[in-house]
């Protein structure tokens, strides 16, 4: 049976579809920001958007009148040879659905808060759009999260709601009496639960005529909690200006999709790179969203669908280009493949040339957080340097900034700053929710802060050096961990590591690097193979750099969104643990 007809078959659902007129309104928006601009006036900014209706619903139309090609809106295939497509008449059809189970079944209303914690299933996407028609306010979160993490997220956000699957389905019954506020819990499942509503069936039986809320560019939209690489994660709260940036020419330049690309993006949906990588930016561009459901990352299964599905785009974090680079291909020629991108950590220099050598496919790489979305990166076609994360995204103005806000001149160590004065760009967090104190914490002058350590060159690129905290201070040379990660990556023993300063009784600090090994070198001799280390990261960069103490590891401690705690490393370094 075809994917779309089991789909169908499998939720009851028919081919019937209300009569859309959405105004194309979101592509007369590109003509407000011409690519280049690095400020933005707020008079320029439209008063009302709404992903759903401006973007979606367009689209919708676009299908209606024949002048889009036959490509998915959403194609979404798992391990088991099940497929879902739909186009964009579907996804208005069932995501106006959506909106009707969430206000009018489960009684939520505009501003409420909906812990979204799912895995890539197709609901994950009716649900965000569901709740963007609505006014309701989605908090994705990922499905690697134990049960404190899920209580913590349930308790200081306030959800009233939660949408999830049997696997955290009990986690969550044995927290909700600690959650007060938690009133409404949405099982996406094909069996029933007691105390859970059932999302496929509630949607089988839901009316697909709903009218979407006409929501003002400045009203929220969507927290994201950061992934607490530093401390508690905290919750970045975006407003629709958010998913508007994603309409400027400056950020559709980012990828140059068009209609007929297929892109393919891996980030967990419960990060802020889903959102970007599978949602906003592709259907901006009207084109396909691929999703495989992938519960773990096997290079061999993204390998093989990369030959199997038509996939123009590729975007996921370096660790994924990591493990598929860790299979050692001669040459890997993907059939359809043009353009693959990557952010979210660090990207050594030498995977990227590693990627090109062995695909014929240069990999750029973006920059940004949970506060900001993408802030900077290297744009398609422009050129790529080697370990820099590209330049500035408008509207977005980056520059590199002292403790006091000054902007300080190329290739001088600062920290990443984002202009917020006079006018704060689209598409930067709103504050960090029932926070004004940490909200305020991050403002520096006229920037937004950062917190991750950089540098710009004359060209206006960007170099990651590391956040403030994990910058080392050894024998008075400021030492940032990713160019030591970066040498040591060089050398084959190296799966992965992480730097940190540790004390030490005559310098005060030196650096340490946690070292994974790969498997070939297991069996070596630690101490000569700490020494051919040390040695090899004094020929490859400044010598005072090298690692004085080297710890092989099996694993690194990292968040739930798979990024490495350095913190954590050291402060049991420095006994604080
Ligand atoms: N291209 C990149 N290169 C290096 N680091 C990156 C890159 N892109 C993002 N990052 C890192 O990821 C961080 C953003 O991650 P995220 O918003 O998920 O939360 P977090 O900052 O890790 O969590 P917390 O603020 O709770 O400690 C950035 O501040 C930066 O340190």
């Known amino acids: 049976?075809?994917?779309?007809?089991?789909?169908?078959?499998?939720?009851?659902?028919?081919?019937?579809?209300?009569?859309?007129?959405?105004?194309?309104?979101?592509?007369?928006?590109?003509?407000?920001?011409?690519?280049?601009?690095?400020?933005?006036?707020?008079?320029?900014?439209?008063?009302?958007?709404?992903?759903?209706?401006?973007?979606?619903?367009?689209w919708t139309q676009i299908e209606k009148e024949g002048k889009r090609g036959p490509n998915p809106a959403l194609w979404w295939v798992n391990n088991q040879g099940d497929e879902v497509k739909?186009?964009?008449?579907?996804?208005?059809?069932?995501?106006c659905r959506t909106a009707n189970v969430l206000t009018q079944t489960c009684d939520l209303q505009q501003g409420d808060h909906l812990a979204l914690i799912l895995p890539r299933v197709p609901e994950?996407?009716?649900?965000?759009?569901?709740?963007?028609?609505?006014?309701?306010?989605?908090?994705?979160?990922?499905?690697?999260?134990?049960v404190k993490d899920i209580l913590y997220r349930l308790q200081v956000s306030n959800a009233k709601s939660i949408v999830t699957?049997?696997?955290?389905?009990?986690?969550?019954?044995?927290?909700?009496?600690?959650?007060?506020?938690?009133?409404?819990?949405?099982?996406?499942?094909?069996?029933?639960?007691?105390?859970?509503?059932?999302?496929?069936?509630?949607?089988?039986?839901?009316?697909?005529?709903?009218?979407?809320?006409?929501?003002?560019?400045?009203?929220?939209?969507?927290?994201y909690f950061t992934s607490g690489t530093t401390s508690l994660p905290k919750m970045a709260?975006?407003?629709h200006g958010f998913a508007f940036r994603f309409s400027l020419p400056s950020s559709r330049k980012f990828l140059q999709l068009k209609a007929a690309d297929v892109l393919w993006c891996l980030s967990d949906p419960g990060w802020i790179m889903a959102a970007i990588g599978s949602l906003f930016t592709p259907w901006t561009a009207g084109s396909t969203v691929f999703i495989h459901h992938l519960p773990q990352f096997d290079p061999k299964v993204i390998i093989q669908t990369f030959f199997k599905y038509p996939i123009t785009q590729y975007l996921a974090a370096p660790s994924v280009f990591r493990m598929i680079l860790q299979e050692n291909f001669t040459s890997l020629r993907f059939p359809t493949l043009e353009h693959c991108s990557t952010g979210g950590e660090a990207l050594m220099p030498e995977e990227q040339e590693k990627w090109r050598q062995q695909t014929g496919l240069l990999l750029y790489q973006g920059y940004g957080q949970s506060e900001t979305g993408l802030a900077c990166g290297t744009f398609r076609g422009m050129k790529i340097k080697p370990g820099s994360m590209g330049k500035a995204i408008p509207p977005f103005e980056v520059q590199i900034i002292d403790s006091k806000g000054n902007i300080l001149p190329p290739n001088t160590e600062g920290t990443i700053g984002i202009r917020i004065k006079p006018t704060k760009p689209f598409g930067l967090f709103m504050c960090y929710e029932n926070d004004p104190v940490k909200t305020a914490e991050v403002e520096c002058g006229?920037?937004?802060?950062?917190?991750?350590?950089?540098?710009?060159?004359?060209?206006?690129y960007i170099w990651f050096l590391g956040r403030d905290d994990d910058i080392i201070n050894a024998s008075g040379y400021r030492i940032g961990p990713v160019e030591v990660e970066n040498s040591l990556a060089e050398h084959p023993?190296?799966?992965?590591?992480?730097?940190?300063?540790?004390?030490?009784?005559?310098?005060?600090?030196?650096?340490?690097?946690?070292?994974?090994?790969?498997?070939?070198?297991?069996?070596?001799?630690?101490?000569?193979?700490?020494?051919e280390l040390q040695e090899h990261v004094k020929s490859v960069t400044a010598p005072y750099k090298y690692p004085r103490k080297v710890e092989f590891v099996p694993e690194l401690p990292k968040t739930v969104t798979g990024k490495i705690k350095r913190s954590e490393l050291r402060q049991k370094e420095f006994g604080l643990m």
């Open 1 to 58: 049976m075809q994917g779309l007809t089991r789909f169908r078959v499998l939720w009851g659902i028919h081919k019937s579809f209300h009569g859309f007129h959405p105004a194309p309104r979101h592509l007369h928006y590109q003509s407000l920001s011409a690519p280049g601009t690095t400020r933005w006036n707020d008079q320029d900014t439209p008063e009302e958007f709404n992903f759903a209706s401006d973007v979606i619903d367009y």
């Open 86 to 95: 739909w186009s964009f008449r579907e996804l208005t059809d069932l995501t």
């Open 124 to 146: 994950w996407w009716l649900v965000c759009l569901g709740c963007i028609r609505t006014g309701i306010i989605f908090i994705p979160g990922t499905t690697q999260m134990k």
């Open 165 to 223: 699957t049997d696997a955290l389905a009990s986690e969550v019954d044995s927290v909700a009496s600690n959650c007060p506020a938690l009133k409404i819990k949405l099982l996406v499942s094909d069996h029933s639960r007691k105390g859970w509503m059932d999302f496929r069936s509630l949607i089988k039986s839901a009316s697909p005529e709903h009218t979407c809320i006409k929501s003002k560019t400045k009203d929220p939209m969507v927290i």
């Open 237 to 239: 709260k975006h407003n």
């Open 446 to 460: 006229d920037f937004y802060n950062s917190g991750d350590n950089a540098t710009i060159d004359e060209e206006g």
């Open 493 to 531: 023993a190296v799966a992965e590591s992480a730097v940190v300063s540790s004390p030490d009784p005559v310098r005060g600090q030196v650096v340490k690097a946690f070292i994974v090994l790969t498997p070939q070198f297991l069996s070596h001799d630690p101490d000569q193979l700490t020494k």
